[in-house]
């Protein structure tokens, strides 16, 4: 167990819809990352967020938003969903103090698995 | 844009063989991390790797960083089923790219007993 957890485990939905994917990070990890991993695919690096700001953005695409609110947990909301959002999104969390984010560990979650039918 | 490549995608082993993965990257990396993802499960940090040539064991495993701080790899020996699953490298790259991972695609170990 990493400390991170992710809800839902699974989440079915249909094309055009919208959902949100939650995260809580590690106790005292001030920084969350957003992945999302296709079959056979490596990691995506989505979005990451350090201590509620924006601090790098990777591959996300317009119709996906990410947040990390005060208490540190983060939301990804993915809309206008497509068949080929179906995948597993993974948040990771890392102590992400000052001067230690250049060899900051990441602990991922358990991830949720979407389905766009 | 800048990748980090890793080979093979898939390596099937007879129980006992060794087995190495090979991560590349087209620019100097500041150090990278290697991560096992069992089946069905969450990437697992495993080590992490930071000076030019440096070389680290656990137990069976060996990660080395190449000297121009491009590449890497992770060597099992003797793998055993327990090895299974899917390993991953990550580079961070240097300047503004610094705060992310960059992920290879990683590399499908099966182990047949």
């Known amino acids: 167990d990493s400390g991170v957890t992710q809800t839902p485990k699974h989440l079915i939905t249909a094309t055009g819809q919208r959902v949100t994917l939650r995260c809580s990070p590690r106790s005292g990890d001030l920084s969350v990352y957003w992945y999302q991993q296709s079959l056979d695919q490596g990691l995506q690096f989505l979005i990451q967020?350090?201590?509620?700001?924006?601090?790098a953005k990777g591959n996300i695409l317009e119709r996906f938003s990410a947040q990390q609110f005060p208490d540190l947990h983060s939301e990804l909301n993915l809309s206008s969903l497509e068949l080929g959002d179906s995948a597993l999104y993974f948040c990771?969390?890392?102590?992400?103090?000052?001067?230690?984010?250049?060899?900051?560990?990441?602990?991922f979650g358990p991830g949720t698995r979407l389905t766009v039918l | 844009g800048q990748q980090v490549m890793q080979i093979p995608q898939y390596q099937h082993v007879q129980e006992g063989e060794d087995f190495t993965t090979y991560c590349n990257s087209s620019?100097?990396?500041?150090?990278i991390q290697w991560y096992k993802q069992r089946p069905g499960g969450h990437p697992v940090f495993l080590i992490q790797l930071v000076k030019s040539g440096e070389v680290k064991k656990q137990k069976r495993l060996t990660f080395q960083f190449g000297e121009a701080k491009k590449n890497s790899s992770l060597h099992i020996t003797a793998t055993q089923t327990t090895d299974v699953g899917t390993y991953f490298c990550?580079?961070?790259?240097?300047?503004?790219?610094?705060?992310?991972?960059?992920f290879g695609k990683g590399t499908k170990l099966s182990v047949i007993p």
């Open positions: 620019t100097t990396l500041s150090n």
């Open positions: 967020y350090y201590n509620g700001e924006e601090r």
């Open positions: 990550a580079g961070r790259l240097p300047g503004a790219g610094s705060y992310q991972l960059t």
């Open positions: 990771a969390s890392s102590v992400g103090a000052s001067g230690r984010l250049i060899t900051d560990t990441q602990y």
